[in-house]
Nanobody, 124 residues
């Protein structure tokens, strides 16, 4: 069973930055596509970013392009989400996800594996 554990969340002021980490265990990480989703209070969960198993293809929610960057380090079995110029509307629980099928992750947004989530709060 694949396990995903997020870390790096917290409170940050508007305009600040955070880097979320997702540690992957249980199965070879190199065969999985990794994605990040988020859910704000009272809102539906939404896709944030995805990175292919090969690391050579990424996708982002249109509204987040230029501020968020996804990456992976398979040697460390860890994926990252670098977030910059954070805004109050970025406040949400952020989830790391994984799936063998990249289309399922970035198109239908229904990956098979989910972490427990980490809270990000952007507030002054």
């Amino acid at each position: 069973q694949l396990q995903l554990v997020e870390s790096g969340g917290g409170q940050v002021q508007p305009g600040g930055s955070l880097r979320l980490s997702c540690e992957v265990s249980g199965r070879p990480v190199s065969i999985y596509n990794i994605g990040w989703f988020r859910q704000a209070p009272g809102k539906e969960r939404e896709f944030v970013a995805g990175i292919k198993w090969s690391g050579d293809e990424t996708h982002y929610a249109d509204s987040l392009k230029g501020r968020f960057a996804i990456s992976r380090d398979d040697a460390e079995r860890t994926a990252y989400l670098q977030m910059s110029d954070l805004k109050p509307e970025d406040t949400a629980v952020y989830y790391c996800t994984a799936d063998r099928n990249y289309g399922i992750l970035v198109v239908t947004n229904t990956p098979a594996y989910w972490g427990q989530g980490t809270q990000v709060t952007v507030s002054s």
